[in-house]
């Protein structure tokens, strides 16, 4: 899928960086060999899954959240712009139960004026 996107879009997989755990699905030589002859840059976490949990969980919400939009994105200035907004979203708007129901950036804003 990510190839026939790229194809869209005009661009290729030469010099992106993918990264993932070490399940063995990623690890494969099927999976290795496409990407390797694409051009892209394996890399791959330390300790699977466990090796940072907070982003895997960031990126899971964030992929399920706003897939539509990711997938109707026209040209990767468009992507850029959408991942810009969510982020900005995630980060300023979005309440985050973990977090007492707010956004993560008022509580690091409260913090520095009590600082």
């Known amino acids: 899928m990510a190839e026939r996107t790229l194809a869209r ?3 290729s997989l ?3 960086v993918v990264h993932h755990d070490r399940d063995p699905v990623f690890t494969g030589y099927a999976w290795t060999g496409r990407l390797l002859s694409a051009g892209a840059r394996l890399s791959y976490a330390l300790r699977g899954p466990r090796d940072n949990p907070e982003m895997e969980s960031f ?3 964030f992929k399920v959240e706003n897939r539509s939009l990711i997938l109707d ?3 990767l200035e468009e992507l850029a712009a959408v991942v810009r907004d969510r982020i900005r979203y995630y980060n300023r708007v979005r ?5 007492g ?3 993560p950036l008022t509580i690091i804003e409260d913090f520095c004026r009590e600082g």
Request: proline residues 5%; charged residues 25%; without cysteine.
């Open 9 to 11: 879009l005009r661009s």
């Open 14 to 16: 030469g010099g992106v």
């Open 59 to 61: 990126f899971g919400r």
């Open 73 to 75: 994105a026209g040209s």
């Open 95 to 99: 309440r985050h139960s973990s977090l």
């Open 101 to 103: 129901d707010r956004p």
